[in-house]
């Protein structure tokens, strides 16, 4: 098994890696880089646990193939916050309740990113569908959806203060 | 961890057949369902081929006529395509029930086609809409219609050294109707039960349809259309008895099986259900 050498973004920094080529993302997010909030559940799609986001857009990385993301970015939930501050997802989540074991949470967190990242007042059908990947097997979503719900209205508040 | 193997990623189609030519190679398009095959070892790759490099399959192409959507395509590409929710709204209906937004975001069109899964959401869709597959190879580029494509669950008319580049679709027309439904064990996530592609050409004034395709999905080995109930949609009026009739029928051209998600003689029942509620929508 020959290695392969793989540039791409991650977490906004331009990043090389050279790996044995039937590792997934997930395992490189995870061994590679010890960035170990993206968690791994199923392994097979199921879960959503372990979802990143790919270009823009939400995708299980344990159905990646690190060779797959070439030239592409990548962030993970470690590049949400900003100089030591958290996004607003994750300090609504906070505020909402909506985290007990927090297993689920990083992969949760990134799928209502992507939504956030299209769609800035989306609602609660939208999030709903936005989630629909991604199981929690403790907090039965409600706090979950309130806690999106929040952050897209702090960030729309955020914007319209022009602080943000 | 997956089992050892290698992989290239080639640059350009023309590198992609050169790397496939001598048939020894797995190709990897999404992965969505090749890295579940490989990780359940239900598959042993010596050497993969990632085409995610091949831009040039990535497109969703008007062309006249037709509408050419690249093999790299994604179920989420095809959702939110203006150009598919214009002319083919029924394969954007099925691409939105596809697993879930992370699934649709990687698994694309191509391999949804190339797994050829009597379950497969794009297939009944692409069925009445006769899609064509495009494919290419070394030796040249060849045509085949999605009928004659998938010839038995999993197997297709795929030739060592081949690879799908893309599907070609006519336009629909603006006196065209369609739907497509599935029935899961939930929302998301579900891989389906039974699920109905109808397409039809009814002019509401008369209550009456001229043209028309019907296809099931997960009921049946091979998804075709079915010419027997298509033929008693044209057959007059579509009130609500024509429909009753008509759907009650439906379970005569299925072929389900039993398995952990259904009975077949639940899934029979179900087609039933699919096509009155289908038809009924898309005639009131
Ligand atoms: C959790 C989960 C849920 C799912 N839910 C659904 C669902 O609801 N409905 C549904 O229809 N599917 C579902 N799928 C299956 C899968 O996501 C789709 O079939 C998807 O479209 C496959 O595309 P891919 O690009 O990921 O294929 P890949 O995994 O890359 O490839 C699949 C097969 O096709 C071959 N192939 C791929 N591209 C080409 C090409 N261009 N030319 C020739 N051969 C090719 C590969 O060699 C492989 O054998 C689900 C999968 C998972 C893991
Ligand atoms: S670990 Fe990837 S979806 Fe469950
Ligand atoms: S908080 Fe435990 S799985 Fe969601």
């Not at chain 2, 020894?24 to 239900?42: F, M």
């Not at chain 2, 091979?222 to 379970?251: C, H, N």
Request: aromatic share 4%; with cysteine; glycine share 8%.
């Amino acid at each position: 098994m020959n290695s392969v050498m793989v540039d791409f973004t991650l977490n906004g920094e331009p990043r090389t890696v050279t790996v044995k080529p039937n590792m997934t993302l997930l395992e490189v997010i995870r061994d590679e880089f010890a960035l170990t909030g993206t968690k791994e559940g199923c392994g097979q799609g199921e879960c959503g646990a372990c979802t990143v986001i790919l270009d823009g857009k939400a995708v299980d990385s344990c159905l990646i193939l690190i060779s797959q993301v070439q030239g592409r970015t990548v962030t993970t939930i470690e590049g949400l916050g900003k100089d030591g501050s958290l996004d607003l997802l994750q300090s609504s989540f906070i505020e909402a309740g909506a985290v007990q074991c927090g297993y689920c949470t990083p992969g949760m967190i990134m799928s209502a990113k992507s939504l956030l990242l299209k769609n800035s007042n989306p609602s609660v059908d939208e999030i709903k569908r936005a989630i629909s990947g991604n199981l929690c097997r403790c907090t039965g979503y409600t706090k979950i959806i309130k806690a999106v719900q929040l952050a897209a209205m702090n960030a729309r508040d955020g914007s319209a203060g022009g602080e943000k | 961890m997956l089992q050892a193997f290698d992989v290239i990623r080639p640059r350009s189609l023309a590198d992609a057949l050169d790397a496939i030519a001598d048939g020894n190679a797995t190709l990897l398009a999404g992965g969505t369902d090749l890295l579940v095959r490989i990780k359940k070892r239900l598959l042993k790759p010596q050497l993969v081929v990632d085409l995610s490099a091949l831009s040039e399959l990535t497109e969703i192409e008007d062309e006249r006529e037709q509408i050419v959507i690249g093999s790299l395509v994604t179920h989420g590409q095809i959702v939110e395509s203006t150009l598919a929710n214009r002319y083919l709204p029924v394969l954007v209906q099925g691409c939105a029930t596809v697993g879930s937004p992370q699934i649709r975001n990687t698994g694309t069109l191509g391999g949804n086609i190339a797994n050829a899964s009597p379950a497969a959401d794009s297939l009944p869709p692409l069925t009445v809409l006769d899609a064509r597959v495009i494919i290419q190879s070394l030796a040249g580029k060849r045509e085949l219609s999605l009928d004659a494509f998938i010839t038995s669950p999993g197997k297709t008319q795929l030739r060592s050294g081949e690879l799908i580049t893309g599907i070609a679709v006519q336009k629909m027309q603006d006196n065209e109707r369609c739907l497509y439904r599935k029935l899961g064990q939930r929302k998301a996530l579900a891989i389906s039960v039974a699920s109905v592609a109808v397409r039809m050409a009814f002019d509401p004034a008369i209550r009456t349809s001229s043209a028309s395709g019907i296809a099931f999905g997960a009921v049946v080995p091979v998804i075709r259309r079915v010419p027997e109930l298509e033929r008693m949609l044209s057959q007059g009026p579509l009130d609500l008895q024509a429909i009753k009739e008509i759907s009650e029928r439906a379970g005569e051209f299925c072929a389900p099986i039993s398995d952990l998600r259904a009975s077949a003689e639940y899934r029979r029942n179900m087609c039933s259900s699919l096509l009155y509620e289908v038809l009924y929508d898309l005639t009131s």
